[in-house]
């Protein structure tokens, strides 16, 4: 990879929107220990729904700007200098995922402290609203916990299964490079533009699906 291409601010304002949207995406998951612990599933599935539409919306946001340097590719044949921007993409989303297992234990109290703001409040809307006001702003702090450490597999208790490990680990692979290997195949093959890019919408269900 090329440093040099990170002098373009634009692609480095991509790679940062790439690693918010992925840690984001990955932190999702806090959903479901925060149900167990709370014991309101539903209320978790509904908040975790809010929290997803919203990584949803940042993605697509990310990804036009990004089709601009397909273009660019197309036009001047340098599709090599494409993929080298995509790849500093990825080592964004890499980044964010990493840093969405540090964060992933302040994220499940950020969970708890959403279900019981929806409880108390009895509206989404009235909590959203209240995220920026200096209690909301309080409230988050008061969530942030220590890093989350790994978890040695010769510990006793219960394991976590490998092949649910390694299908999880498979399908945000594909759920993170899906979109940005149709832009670099639509710039190598420009005359399945169309086509790349309807295909990564279906592969990235799969995935999604999966995860």
């Not at 480095?12 to 167990?36: D, E, K, Q, W």
């Not at 993929?83 to 964060?103: D, E, H, K, P």
């Not at 290997?181 to 919408?201: K, M, W, Y």
């Amino acid at each position: 990879m090329d440093p040099f291409l990170l002098t373009d601010l634009r692609l480095a304002f991509i790679a940062l929107l790439a690693g918010v949207v992925a840690m984001l995406t990955t932190l999702n998951v806090a959903a479901r220990p925060a149900a167990v612990r709370t014991g309101q599933v539903a209320l978790a599935l509904a908040v975790s729904s809010i929290f997803f539409m919203f990584t949803r919306f940042a993605n697509l946001f990310y990804l036009p700007i990004l089709a601009t340097y397909v273009d660019t590719a197309v036009r001047t044949g340098r599709v090599d200098v494409l993929y080298g921007q995509i790849q500093w993409v990825v080592v964004g989303a890499a980044t964010g995922a990493f840093l969405s297992w540090v964060l992933l234990p302040t994220f499940v109290a950020v969970y708890e402290a959403g279900i019981q703001a929806v409880q108390d409040h009895g509206s989404m809307v009235r909590v959203l609203l209240g995220v920026g006001t200096p209690r909301g702003v309080r409230t988050l702090l008061g969530c942030l916990r220590s890093p989350a450490v790994l978890v040695s597999w010769s510990r006793g208790g219960r394991k976590l299964p490998l092949d649910f490990l390694v299908w999880n680990v498979a399908a945000s692979a594909v759920w993170t490079v899906g979109a940005l290997c149709a832009l670099h195949v639509s710039a190598l093959l420009p005359r399945f533009e169309a086509t790349a890019v309807l295909l990564s919408g279906l592969v990235n269900a799969f995935a999604a699906i999966a995860f």
